[in-house]
């Protein structure tokens, strides 16, 4: 959107109240990110941190957790219920990608292929022109993904760097990477002549 913010989600596929614990994280995360854009503009400006980014990220995740939880309580729609959410933030140049649950996200540049979740910095310099500027905003990691919803404090797992021309970022659902495999995916994405063709050939094959 015009802030520069980009999700997909997708409810526990074991659960009968999967699709309400989407649409639940769905609402919460379009009403949480609402000050988003403004810290990411101080971020991608260098007035501010991916430190701070990643803290108020953990904050907005902590509540749509919260906010699952309690719903799907109320309704009685079930116990477990959980959402996987990855989510891509992008303004001027500045990247980063974080997940929660068993989403995914790739970076695609002339190419090659990067699996963000839980990529290393020597992954992401693997990717060409971002390793310029990879080591100066290293992968962070946060911690051991974990679905919204849970009982337990959600985890995130989050890397940042500088986007470069032409780059791609590409977020798949649990739902797809059930059907095809991580290293189809990357395949798929290398031989697509864009990202647009990428996304549809995987659906298809999916």
């Given at each position: 959107?015009?802030?520069?913010?980009?999700?997909?989600?997708?409810?526990?596929?074991?659960?009968?109240?999967?699709?309400?614990?989407?649409?639940?994280?769905?609402?919460?995360?379009?009403?949480?990110?609402?000050?988003?854009?403004?810290?990411?503009?101080?971020?991608?400006?260098?007035?501010?941190?991916?430190?701070?980014?990643?803290?108020h990220?953990h904050?907005?995740?902590?509540?749509?957790?919260?906010?699952?939880?309690?719903?799907?309580?109320?309704?009685?729609?079930?116990?477990?219920?959980?959402?996987?959410?990855?989510?891509?933030?992008?303004?001027?140049?500045?990247?980063?990608?974080?997940?929660?649950?068993?989403?995914r996200?790739?970076?695609?540049?002339?190419?090659?292929?990067?699996?963000?979740?839980?990529?290393?910095?020597?992954?992401?310099?693997?990717?060409?022109?971002?390793?310029?500027?990879?080591?100066?905003?290293?992968?962070?990691?946060?911690?051991?993904?974990?679905?919204?919803?849970?009982?337990?404090?959600?985890?995130?797992?989050?890397?940042?760097?500088?986007?470069?021309?032409?780059d791609?970022?590409?977020?798949?659902?649990?739902?797809?990477?059930?059907?095809?495999?991580?290293?189809?995916?990357?395949?798929?994405?290398?031989?697509?002549?864009?990202?647009?063709?990428?996304?549809?050939?995987?659906?298809?094959?999916?």
């Amino acid at each position: 959107d015009a802030r520069g913010v980009y999700a997909v989600i997708s409810g526990d596929l074991e659960s009968g109240a999967g699709p309400l614990a989407a649409q639940i994280t769905s609402e919460a995360l379009r009403e949480e990110t609402n000050g988003l854009g403004d810290v990411l503009e101080a971020v991608a400006c260098k007035e501010s941190t991916w430190q701070v980014l990643k803290s108020h990220l953990h904050e907005v995740f902590e509540r749509c957790s919260k906010r699952v939880r309690t719903e799907i309580e109320e309704q009685g729609a079930g116990e477990g219920a959980s959402a996987s959410v990855s989510m891509a933030l992008v303004r001027d140049g500045f990247a980063a990608v974080v997940h929660a649950g068993h989403t995914r996200a790739y970076l695609v540049h002339k190419r090659r292929v990067v699996r963000l979740c839980r990529a290393t910095k020597d992954e992401l310099n693997q990717a060409g022109g971002v390793g310029r500027t990879a080591a100066a905003l290293p992968a962070l990691r946060m911690g051991k993904p974990q679905a919204l919803g849970q009982d337990d404090p959600v985890e995130l797992d989050g890397v940042s760097f500088q986007a470069g021309a032409g780059d791609a970022l590409v977020l798949v659902t649990p739902g797809v990477i059930g059907q095809v495999r991580g290293e189809e995916i990357k395949d798929l994405l290398q031989k697509a002549a864009d990202a647009h063709e990428a996304v549809y050939t995987i659906l298809e094959t999916a």
